[in-house]
């Protein structure tokens, strides 16, 4: 079957911590994105990769860090300058980068910060 | 920067009884718009999405919506809902470059038997 899988599907993480959360798709798609979602606020762009080895900052970069070395996977690392991380993050991925390919959605990682 | 608003946070339907979904956006050009829904502690999935063409389009599960370019609106509709349709649903923009959607805040939709 092909997917987006996000592992683990829940985390916890003492302060001051760094954490890496885990994005993989075996769709062949050349994008990939992490969203961060908070209770009331819909989805925010944290970072989105077009090709391998380049990545952009979204709107709320700041206190993550991503890489991506291989075209299926688009690791997250939650550093300890993110100052509120408890939050339920959301990898996707779409075919190209035309703005109408549909961004599929992995089921999601849920952090908690203790 | 474009932008997207729910003015709904949470809706309350009858099952068989129809719906409609408000999304607003703001964007310079013609955008690319999305309705997405999240079942809980789920990912999204795709219902439906509009660039250009015909201003009402057709998506799964029964939905559809209207593109109205002078209203900036892009509302989701449904004639008739079922309690499978329990969910959160968020419209979502993209303009024409290659970065990620902006979505709004999300409407809550409950299903009374």
């Known amino acids: 079957d092909g997917g987006i899988t996000q592992s683990p599907k829940y985390l916890f993480r003492k302060e001051g911590q760094n954490v890496t959360l885990s994005c993989e798709q075996n769709?062949?798609?050349?994008?990939m994105y992490w969203y961060r979602q908070d209770p009331g606020q819909g989805l925010r762009l944290i970072y989105y990769s077009q090709i391998v080895n380049d990545f952009q900052k979204g709107d709320i970069a700041e206190g993550y860090s991503v890489s991506r070395e291989k075209k299926e996977s688009f690791p997250l690392t939650v550093t300890s300058a993110q100052k509120n991380p408890t939050a339920f993050y959301l990898c996707?991925?779409?075919?190209?980068?035309?703005?109408?390919?549909?961004?599929?959605f992995g089921p999601g990682t849920r952090l908690t910060v203790l | 920067a474009q932008s997207v608003t729910q003015p709904d946070i949470h809706i309350t339907v009858s099952e068989g009884a129809s719906l409609e979904l408000r999304c607003n956006y703001s964007?310079?050009?013609?955008?690319?718009l999305f309705w997405y829904v999240q079942s809980p502690g789920q990912g999204l999935q795709l219902l439906l999405k509009?660039?250009?063409?015909?201003?009402l389009v057709q998506g799964i599960k029964g939905f559809e919506a209207e593109f109205k370019r002078s209203q900036s609106s892009f509302n989701l509709r449904k004639p008739s809902v079922h309690w499978s349709d329990a969910a959160e649903y968020f419209c979502a923009v993209r303009g024409g470059g290659a970065d990620g959607l902006t979505f709004g805040k999300g409407t809550h939709l409950i299903i009374q038997p």
């Open positions: 509009y660039f250009s063409g015909d201003t």
């Open positions: 996707a991925s779409s075919i190209g980068l035309a703005g109408l390919d549909e961004q599929f």
């Open positions: 769709l062949n798609h050349d994008a």
């Open positions: 964007y310079g050009a013609t955008p690319y």
